[in-house]
C-alpha cells in the first residue's frame, strides 16, 4: 500500500519528537567538590557550609534546565557536635523557596511516566532534612530563586526547647560563570600598602571635606559627573549582605550579553536585577563594584557605584560612592542615549539610609560637607547634562559586623563638629519628642525629621 507522504513525514519526526520528550536523566554531583568549592561557618559546635549551584551544575543535578525556571540548588551540610536538636527551616536562606516536588514538576515530560516517577523520587531524596539531631551530620539542598555572581544567604538554626538559642549562619558566595565588575578588580595589589594612610576621625572629616573630588568623571575623564554623595566604612565582605539581602545585586560588567540583554528589559519590560552600569573614575579608575535595586525594567532603577579609597579609618576600608536613581532613558549629545536620574539625588541617599538602617547593617552615620548645593532653580548638570539638585552634603555609614538590630543602634556623635565660624556641614542632631509629644522613629530622626 503507498503511503502518503504527510504520513512518512510524521513518521520520520515522531522519534525526535519523543527524544525531545524523554525523561530527564539526572547525574550526581560530587558533595566533595562542593565542600571544597563552598563556606563554612562556625558557630560553638555546630558548622555549616554552603555552596550555590552553577546552571550547569544544575542541570547535572536534575537532569533538566531548572536555571531556565529561575530555580537554583543551594547545597548545604550540617555538622552538629552539640546536645541540642537544631530545625533547619528553608524559609530563612529564600522566603519563596521551591519544594522538591514542585522542581520535579517543572521536569517532567509528556508519556513518560515511569521517568517521572524517577525524577520525583531523586528530588525527594535531595532535599534538605528539616532537622538535625545532637551529634548529627546532615546535608541536602534547598531550591532558591536564581541568583547570579553573588548568592546571599541566611540559615537560621532554631534549637528544641525555650533554653536554646538561635544560630544564623550568613553566607556570601559567588557563583562562576557570571563576570561581575567587583570580579575584575585585583584587590590586593589595588594600592600599595604604604601608600594606604590610616586616619582618625579628625583626618578622617578633614579628607573627606578637602581631598575626596565632588563628583566621578565621566567617560572622558574630564567632565564631572556625578556627585559622590557617599561614604561606607566597612570590609568588602559586609558591604554585600546588608544590601543584599534588602534586594540590591551586583551588576554584570558591559558585554554584548548583558547589553543585548539590557535593551530586550527596555523594550520589552522584564527586570534584569544585574544590568551593567556605565564606566565612571575616581582615583584614576572606574569604579570596583556597582550594586542596583532594579524596578519593573532596567529604566527604573536605584544604583551605586563604590571605588576603595587610599585611606582606611581606625584600620577598617573606606568606600567613596555615588547614588542616583534612574527613572526612564532619553537621548543625549555625548552617549546616544542614557538613562535620566531622578533630580533629587538627596532622596536616593535617603533611600539607602533606609535600606541600611532596615538591614540592621549600620551602627553609625552621619554627614560632611560635600559637592556643595545646588536648587531648582540653579541645579547642577551630570556628565550626560542631567539636572540634579542637592543640599551638597555626603552621607557616612558605618557598617555592623556582625548587623545590628535596631534596638541596640543608637545615634552618636560621628565625626568631630566644625571649627566654630566654619561652615563645614555636620551631622544633622537627632531631634527628641515633637511638640505633640510622639517620638520620631530612627528613620526619621537619621533624616531629622524628614517624612
Same mark, same amino acid.
Given at each position: 500500500?503507498?503511503?502518503?507522504?504527510?504520513?512518512?513525514?510524521?513518521?520520520?519526526?515522531?522519534?525526535?519528537?519523543?527524544?525531545?520528550?524523554?525523561?530527564?536523566?539526572?547525574?550526581?554531583?560530587?558533595?566533595?567538590?562542593?565542600?571544597?568549592?563552598?563556606?563554612?561557618?562556625?558557630?560553638?559546635?555546630?558548622?555549616?557550609?554552603?555552596?550555590?549551584?552553577?546552571?550547569?551544575?544544575?542541570?547535572?543535578?536534575? $537532569?533538566?534546565?531548572?536555571?531556565?525556571?529561575?530555580?537554583?540548588?543551594?547545597?548545604?551540610?550540617?555538622?552538629?557536635?552539640?546536645?541540642?536538636?537544631?530545625?533547619?527551616?528553608?524559609?530563612?536562606?529564600?522566603?519563596?523557596?521551591?519544594?522538591?516536588?514542585?522542581?520535579?514538576?517543572?521536569?517532567?515530560?509528556?508519556?513518560?511516566?515511569?521517568?517521572?516517577?524517577?525524577?520525583?523520587?531523586?528530588?525527594?531524596?535531595?532535599?534538605?532534612?528539616?532537622?538535625?539531631?545532637? $551529634?548529627?551530620?546532615?546535608? #541536602?539542598?534547598?531550591?532558591?530563586?536564581?541568583?547570579? #555572581?553573588?548568592?546571599?544567604?541566611?540559615?537560621?538554626?532554631?534549637?528544641?526547647?525555650?533554653?536554646?538559642?538561635?544560630?544564623?549562619?550568613?553566607?556570601?558566595?559567588?557563583?562562576?560563570?557570571?563576570?561581575?565588575?567587583?570580579?575584575?578588580?585585583?584587590?590586593?595589589?589595588?594600592?600599595?600598602?604604604?601608600?594606604?594612610?590610616?586616619?582618625?576621625?579628625?583626618?578622617?572629616?578633614? *579628607?573627606?571635606?578637602?581631598?575626596?573630588?565632588?563628583?566621578?568623571?565621566?567617560?572622558?575623564?574630564?567632565?564631572?559627573?556625578?556627585?559622590?554623595?557617599?561614604?561606607?566604612?566597612?570590609?568588602?565582605?559586609?558591604?554585600?549582605?546588608?544590601?543584599?539581602?534588602?534586594? *540590591?545585586?551586583?551588576?554584570?560588567?558591559?558585554?554584548?550579553?548583558?547589553? *543585548?540583554?539590557?535593551?530586550?528589559?527596555?523594550?520589552?519590560?522584564?527586570?534584569?536585577?544585574?544590568?551593567?552600569?556605565?564606566?565612571?573614575?575616581?582615583?584614576?579608575?572606574?569604579?570596583?563594584?556597582?550594586?542596583?535595586?532594579?524596578?519593573?525594567?532596567?529604566?527604573?532603577?536605584?544604583?551605586?557605584?563604590? *571605588?576603595?579609597?587610599?585611606?582606611?579609618?581606625?584600620?577598617?576600608?573606606?568606600?567613596?560612592?555615588?547614588?542616583?536613581?534612574?527613572?526612564?532613558?532619553?537621548?543625549?549629545?555625548?552617549?546616544?542615549?542614557?538613562?535620566?536620574?531622578?533630580?533629587?539625588?538627596?532622596?536616593?541617599?535617603?533611600?539607602?539610609?533606609?535600606?541600611?538602617?532596615?538591614?540592621?547593617?549600620?551602627?553609625?552615620? $552621619?554627614?560632611?560637607?560635600?559637592? #556643595?548645593?545646588?536648587?531648582?532653580?540653579?541645579?547642577?548638570?551630570?556628565?550626560?547634562?542631567?539636572?540634579?539638585?542637592?543640599?551638597?552634603?555626603?552621607?557616612?555609614?558605618?557598617?555592623?559586623?556582625?548587623?545590628?538590630?535596631?534596638?541596640?543602634?543608637?545615634?552618636?556623635?560621628?565625626?568631630?563638629?566644625?571649627?566654630? #565660624?566654619?561652615?563645614?556641614?555636620?551631622?544633622?542632631?537627632?531631634?527628641?519628642?515633637?511638640?505633640?509629644?510622639?517620638?520620631?522613629?530612627?528613620?526619621?530622626?537619621?533624616?531629622? $525629621?524628614?517624612?
Amino acid at each position: 500500500m503507498r503511503q502518503r507522504p504527510g504520513s512518512l513525514a510524521l513518521a520520520l519526526l515522531m522519534p525526535a519528537v519523543l527524544a525531545g520528550c524523554a525523561a530527564p536523566v539526572p547525574q550526581p554531583i560530587d558533595e566533595a567538590v562542593l565542600l571544597r568549592r563552598g563556606q563554612t561557618r562556625i558557630d560553638g559546635d555546630v558548622a555549616v557550609t554552603m555552596a550555590a549551584l552553577t546552571p550547569g551544575e544544575s542541570r547535572q543535578l536534575l $537532569g533538566f534546565d531548572a536555571a531556565a525556571a529561575g530555580i537554583q540548588p543551594v547545597w548545604l551540610k550540617v555538622v552538629n557536635r552539640e546536645p541540642v536538636r537544631w530545625f533547619l527551616p528553608a524559609l530563612t536562606i529564600d522566603t519563596e523557596y521551591f519544594s522538591p516536588l514542585e522542581v520535579a514538576w517543572r521536569g517532567h515530560r509528556p508519556l513518560q511516566a515511569a521517568g517521572n516517577r524517577r525524577l520525583d523520587a531523586h528530588l525527594s531524596r535531595l532535599g534538605l532534612a528539616e532537622s538535625v539531631g545532637p $551529634g548529627g551530620v546532615t546535608s #541536602g539542598y534547598v531550591f532558591t530563586n536564581l541568583d547570579e #555572581g553573588i548568592k546571599f544567604a541566611s540559615l537560621e538554626l532554631v534549637g528544641v526547647g525555650s533554653r536554646a538559642p538561635l544560630r544564623r549562619f550568613t553566607f556570601l558566595t559567588d557563583v562562576p560563570g557570571h563576570a561581575n565588575d567587583f570580579q575584575r578588580v585585583s584587590w590586593n595589589s589595588l594600592y600599595p600598602s604604604a601608600k594606604v594612610r590610616d586616619l582618625d576621625e579628625t583626618g578622617f572629616r578633614h *579628607w573627606l571635606e578637602h581631598d575626596v573630588p565632588c563628583c566621578a568623571l565621566g567617560g572622558d575623564r574630564r567632565t564631572p559627573a556625578d556627585p559622590l554623595n557617599v561614604v561606607i566604612v566597612g570590609a568588602r565582605d559586609s558591604v554585600f549582605p546588608v544590601l543584599v539581602q534588602r534586594g *540590591w545585586h551586583v551588576t554584570q560588567t558591559l558585554s554584548i550579553s548583558s547589553i *543585548w540583554r539590557t535593551i530586550r528589559s527596555s523594550l520589552f519590560g522584564g527586570r534584569y536585577r544585574y544590568a551593567p552600569v556605565s564606566p565612571l573614575y575616581v582615583f584614576g579608575r572606574p569604579q570596583d563594584m556597582a550594586l542596583q535595586k532594579g524596578r519593573s525594567d532596567v529604566n527604573q532603577r536605584n544604583h551605586m557605584r563604590l *571605588w576603595l579609597a587610599p585611606v582606611t579609618l581606625a584600620g577598617k576600608p573606606v568606600w567613596v560612592g555615588q547614588i542616583s536613581r534612574d527613572i526612564g532613558v532619553r537621548l543625549t549629545r555625548r552617549t546616544i542615549t542614557t538613562h535620566k536620574i531622578d533630580p533629587d539625588v538627596d532622596e536616593t541617599r535617603w533611600y539607602l539610609l533606609q535600606d541600611l538602617f532596615f538591614s540592621e547593617g549600620i551602627t553609625r552615620f $552621619g554627614f560632611v560637607k560635600g559637592v #556643595g548645593r545646588s536648587s531648582i532653580e540653579r541645579p547642577r548638570t551630570n556628565f550626560t547634562g542631567d539636572p540634579y539638585v542637592t543640599d551638597g552634603r555626603r552621607a557616612v555609614f558605618w557598617l555592623a559586623t556582625p548587623p545590628e538590630t535596631p534596638r541596640r543602634l543608637r545615634p552618636k556623635t560621628l565625626l568631630p563638629p566644625p571649627v566654630p #565660624g566654619s561652615t563645614a556641614s555636620q551631622e544633622r542632631p537627632l531631634p527628641g519628642p515633637t511638640a505633640a509629644g510622639a517620638a520620631l522613629s530612627p528613620v526619621q530622626q537619621a533624616a531629622g $525629621g524628614r517624612p
